[in-house]
Every structure is written in C-alpha cells, then in structure tokens.
C-alpha cells in the first residue's frame, strides 16, 4: 500500500516557476515507478512525466519538456520542478504510483493516486 500527498502548487504569472512534491507513505515506495498527470476543467487527464524505480528514466509530455524536470529521492519524495509556465499549464496536479517496471502514460496503469493540488498561471 503507498499513500500520496502532494504539496506545492499555487498560482503564479507566466515565466515563473513552482515545485511540487509528492510524499509517499508505505515501506514499498522503492517498487513503484513514479508519475505526475495534470487534469485542467473539460479536459481529460494527461501525462506530464514519468521516473523509474531508480530514477535513472524519465519522460515527458512533448509540450513541458526543457521546461519541466522530474526527480525522486531515497525519503519517498517525488518532485515536479516546472520552469517558464504557461497559462495553459493551469491544472490540477496529481502524483501516482505504478508497479509497472515502464513508465506508462496511460493514467489506467497507475495504481495509486494523490488527492491533487491546484496550480494556475495567469498571463
């Protein structure tokens, strides 16, 4: 079992930046490969990137990368580090978890969700 809990969304002006991290709970955080998916009003939830077990494997939707970085660390933290914002970044932010040995893009792959956390960028 692995609980998520995200923190560090908000709102900010485009160009700016925001890190959101992912605390997991449970003793097999280190099985489970990593994900963050943002979900914005009418729209379907979309992959934003993906790590490996080991952290040695990302990746990204094509429209955040060079301006997003994905990382984890050994005390259960996931982190979404998102650089030079757009407005059509705005979203609710989820971490999940997935005991798949990939890095699926599909959300139906993921077996373990956070509650979310909001972030929104203004023009």
């Known amino acids: 079992q692995v609980q998520l809990v995200e923190s560090g969304g908000g709102s900010v002006q485009a160009g700016g930046s925001l890190r959101l991290s992912c605390a997991a709970s449970g003793r097999t955080f280190g099985t489970y490969a990593m994900g963050w998916f943002r979900q914005a009003p009418g729209k379907e939830r979309e992959f934003v990137a993906g790590i490996s077990r080991s952290g040695g494997s990302t990746n990204y939707l094509d429209s955040v990368k060079g301006r997003f970085t994905i990382s984890r660390d050994y005390a259960k933290n996931t982190y979404l580090q998102m650089n030079s914002l757009k407005p059509e970044d705005t979203a609710v932010y989820s971490c999940?978890?997935?005991?798949?040995?990939?890095?699926?893009?599909?959300?139906?792959?993921?077996?373990?969700w956070g509650q979310g956390t909001q972030v929104t960028v203004s023009s």
């Open positions: 999940a978890a997935t005991s798949l040995g990939i890095l699926p893009t599909s959300p139906r792959f993921y077996n373990y």
